[in-house]
Structures are given as C-alpha cells and as structure tokens.
C-alpha cells in the first residue's frame, strides 16, 4: 500500500489518508528405514557427514500422515523426478507470453516508473531483450526463472509471472517449518512444526537451526529471500525464511538443491546434523461454497498469492484435521434440506446446516478463522484469528464472523484481533467488516488508475469503471500520472451492518500481511477503533490489486490493442 510506513516500533503507524493505485495486477495464466540417531557434535566445528541422518523418504512421511491428506502425499514426487519432465513450451509460445509481459507492464501497471526508480530497474527493456535472446535459454527451466527473475525484481507481490498449469498446481516443500525469534537481542531461528514421518528422533520442535548447506542461517535467509518479492526488508525478511522450507512453484523458481544439510542445536544443547530431502505435491484448491464469482467481485481482489499458496499447504501438512473438519461441514452443507416450506432460501438452509454441525466456538469455515477463549491475569479475552480474506463472496464470510462475535462463550469485554500471515483476498470482506468494531462511519480506501491509453480503453469498455473514465480521459489532455481516486468497496455496505462488538479490540500484523489485509489495517488505524501491535516494523505494503489476464479478455471483449492479450496465453 502506498502509504504503508512504520515508526520502527512495535506499533504500527498508519498515516490518514490512504490512496491504493489500481494496476492490473498481471498473472500470465498458462495453457527407507528410520536412521540411528546421529552422533553428537563436537563443540568446535560441524560433524563428518557420515553423522548427518536422513528425512525419510516421501513414502515415509505418506505413511505417517493423516487419512485426509495421505493420497496428496502419495501422488508427490522427489524434486528430481518432479522436474524430468518440463520442457513443454514452444518457441512461439515463450515468445508470446514475453509479448503479452510488456503489453501488460507498459500499458497497465500502476507503479511502473515508481518501481523503476525506487529500485534501478527497467523491467519493459529486460523483456525486450529477453525476447530479442530467446534462442539462448535452452532449457525450460532457464526460461521460466529468467521470466520469474524480472517480475520478482519489482518488489511487487501483486504483479507476477504465474508458470505453466504443471507449476501452478504444485508446492516443494521440507517436512518442517521455523520462524524468527529474538533471544538476549540477537535474531535466532527456531523449528517449529515437523511432520510424521520424519526419522531423526533428536530433530522436534524448539530445535535451533544454525547452518543451512553449511551456510551461517543468517546468510542463508538472505539469500533466499532475494527469489521473493517482499517489498520491504521485513517483508522480504519473512518471505526469505518461509522460503528455505517451502516453494509455490506458481510463482518461484523452483529450489535449486535436491536435499538440503541443515545444523542444529537439539533440545539437550548437542549440535547435530540432519539432511531433508525437497518434494513436490499438488497444493489443495480454495474452498468453493458453490457460488460463481461475479465480474466485481473479480475486480475488487487484493490478495498475495504466494502466501495463500503458503497457506493452503500448511494447511495440508501441519493441520490436516482442519482439512478434515472443512469436509465434514462440507457435507453437512450439501445434505442440508431445503423446501420453500421452511421459508428459507438455499444460501440461508445451509448456513443453518453449517452451523449446526459445529459446537462452540468452532467455526464453519475451519481453514479461515482460529477462534478461542484466553485467560489473560484472570481476565477472559476473545481471540479470533483471520487467515486469509481469500473468499469468493464478502456476505458468508462477514456473517461469520458475526455469528462468532456474537456466540454467548465469546468474550465481549475485550478481544485480539489476529491477522498475522494474512495475505488478503476479497478487498469487499476486509472493509466490510471493519464497522463491526466501531460505531464510526467506515470510508472504505479509494483506488486509482495509472493513465495510459490502455486504461482510457479499459474505463470506456467496461460499465463497472464508469466512474474513473472522465478524470483517465482528461488526464491524457492535462497530463496527470493517475486518474481521481474512487473506492473499490461499495461506502454503504461497508456500513450497512454497523458496531457488533463493542469491547475493546487490539490487532496484531506482521511483515506478512498483505494486500486487502494492509488496507484492513489502514483502515483500523484511520478509524481509531484500537490499538495495533507489530511483530514487525513493517507489513508487506501491497499497493495494488490483482487482475488476470482472463479478466481483461472479459472485460475489453478483444477490442482495439488488447487483442493480443486475447491471442496465446
């Protein structure tokens, strides 16, 4: 988000006045037995290699699994094998989508000469020379990370190359996640989930990572995070941790290494070794309740895909009873009867299913909102985490966490508002639900249009843009950089249910909130309902939405210069 700034405290600043510059956002859419414990280290320097035990194979961790997500696991493959098999794109192929990559850059995103001063870059003329070089990338592989390597270069999550539908579909991953801590003030790494599976009895939860392939760990975040594009330091801080145990192969190049040798302190302070092998699985779809996703609702997405990527795959591998869980409503929703009698409608009759088939403070929508009661010095505080605001309608989702506010167990005095890893979606959801924690009159953020003939073209061809069209038509006379700025959310429904919780509420960010969840908490701050607590300085600062090139086609018909974004990929 443009204006995103933090104070360099732990609570994170917002200024006033908001102003998200709508680019579209372009997604080039394509047509072994356990081993011994290891020995342990000496206290001056790494074991020998033959101390280094093993992950376990695929078929280990496969074995060990959860029912729910033992058939994803066992139609995985090792890195190597997965990547046999790449080469399918032509050269008219790879020509084309370079073509559309600067068709797209050039005539419709927002922050193009922002991005080229703020980082040295020229992303238009990297793509020219790349097409004028295609015969010199001999490999599909060399291709894809050339192409992933310039759209990364722009710091911009919303803006990204998406590869090919054998990419898109799948995830790398090591059989274990860490985070970042702060020990004495100096930046420790921690593992803190595992899987099944995993066949070093010394290799748990709470071990502390010291080398990654020999690699101080400090250096090798570093390093890692240069494939992402986190457009702060603490955003690409985050993304560089993340990414030395997982890969949304949608977006990032996959892992260069087969296996990797991580150093480790176990829980008894012995340094040791453990060597954990990189696999590939098909990553689980967003949940569908059934309903299309309407044209606006399609233009009003601001969401990182990688981290919903991420999401989804934690999801599988760490949390599979939530997947579990997810099915199970699922079903309830679809055996739920519906007569004209009952004088409900469908959408209502399943709502009542789905809600009868949890108890508690469980949520029907498991994999999206984490709910609890905390005893915090003898007093009860509400806790309601918000994973992702990646729904296809705004209605389900906001009544849910109504329904939630308004359980009898949920506290009503004082909550905590949890949108840590949150890397947006519907922009519709996030506003809307901010009047639930104010009696204050929400003015939802307002977007703009970079101005360029391509977007003139888009504003006229399309009823639903209307509203940007005359000041994009003046500017190509006076010369302006933007067109006016309006909201992307509907100012009354985002006041058309008013203040539900009228406790005190404390929201907690960190560098990986993203997208409709940095405008969400822009829109705390501007609104005064509470107090915001950072992990980090900054959040991820995502100044766009997100457009697919399918959307254009729909929304320009394949007239004028966009005919070429109708043509290929």
């Avoid at 759209?151 to 999550?157: C, E, I, V």
């Amino acid at each position: 988000m443009a204006a995103n700034q933090a104070d360099g405290g732990n609570t994170w600043t917002i200024p006033l006045e908001i102003s998200v510059r709508v680019g579209a956002g372009i997604e080039l859419v394509q047509v072994q037995r356990p081993a011994a414990p290891s020995p342990a280290m000496g206290p001056l320097g790494p074991p020998p290699p033959s101390s280094t035990t093993g992950s376990g194979t695929l078929d280990s961790l496969a074995a060990s699994a959860d029912d729910s997500v033992r058939g994803v696991l066992q139609g995985g493959h090792g890195l190597h094998h997965y990547l046999a098999g790449i080469d399918k794109l032509s050269p008219e192929e790879r020509q084309s989508i370079v073509d559309q990559a600067i068709l797209l850059l050039d005539g419709y995103y927002a922050h193009l000469q922002l991005k080229k001063a703020m980082h040295g870059i020229d992303p238009v003329q990297r793509l020219r020379l790349l097409r004028r070089r295609l015969r010199r990338y001999e490999s599909e592989i060399s291709f894809h990370n050339e192409l992933t390597d310039i759209f990364t270069g722009l710091r911009d999550l919303h803006t990204n190359y998406i590869l090919p539908e054998y990419f898109a579909k799948a995830a790398a991953f090591l059989p274990f996640r860490l985070k970042h801590c702060y020990e004495n003030g100096s930046r420790v790494y921690i593992v803190t989930e595992t899987m099944k599976g995993i066949s070093d009895a010394n290799f748990n939860k709470g071990v502390r990572i010291n080398y990654w392939n020999a690699v101080p760990i400090d250096r090798a975040v570093e390093i890692a995070a240069n494939y992402h594009a986190g457009s702060n330091p603490d955003a690409r801080h985050a993304r560089g941790v993340d990414g030395l145990t997982q890969r949304a192969l949608l977006i990032s190049a996959p892992p260069d290494d087969e296996w990797v040798i991580v150093g480790y302190t176990d829980l008894a302070g012995v340094r040791r070794e453990f060597r954990a092998e990189w696999s590939v699985v098909d990553v689980p779809q967003p949940e569908e309740d059934g309903s299309v996703q309407s044209t606006g609702a399609a233009l009003a997405l601001g969401l990182d895909l990688e981290g919903d990527v991420r999401r989804r795959i934690n999801g599988l591998l760490f949390s599979p009873e939530k997947l579990a869980e997810r099915n199970r409503i699922r079903q309830a929703r679809a055996s739920a009867g519906y007569t004209t009698a009952g004088g409900n409608t469908p959408e209502e009759a399943t709502a009542i299913a789905a809600a009868a088939a949890v108890q508690g403070l469980k949520s029907v929508m498991p994999d999206v909102f984490d709910v609890q009661m905390l005893n915090v010095g003898g007093k009860m505080v509400g806790y309601l985490r918000i994973r992702t605001f990646s729904v296809p309608r705004d209605e389900p989702f906001v009544n849910e966490v109504v329904r939630l506010l308004e359980h009898p167990d949920f506290p009503k005095e004082r909550m905590i508002l949890d949108v840590r890893g949150n890397g947006g979606g519907l922009i519709w959801a996030g506003e809307r639900l901010l009047q639930l924690f104010t009696a204050k009159r929400i003015e939802p953020t307002r977007a703009q249009f970079a101005v360029t003939p391509l977007t003139v073209e888009l504003a006229r061809a399309d009823g639903q843009l209307a509203m940007w069209r005359p000041s994009l038509e003046r500017a190509v006379e006076t010369g302006a950089a933007f067109s006016a700025a309006f909201p992307i959310t509907d100012p009354e429904r985002c006041n058309d249910i008013g203040h539900r919780y009228k406790g005190a509420v404390v929201l907690i960010i960190d560098a990986r909130c993203y997208s409709t969840t940095d405008m969400f908490a822009a829109g705390f701050k501007d609104h005064g309902i509470g107090k915001i607590l950072g992990v980090d300085n900054n959040t991820g600062a995502g100044g766009a939405n997100v457009w697919t090139i399918d959307l254009l086609r729909r929304l320009l018909h394949g007239a004028g210069d966009t005919a070429a974004v109708a043509q290929g990929w």
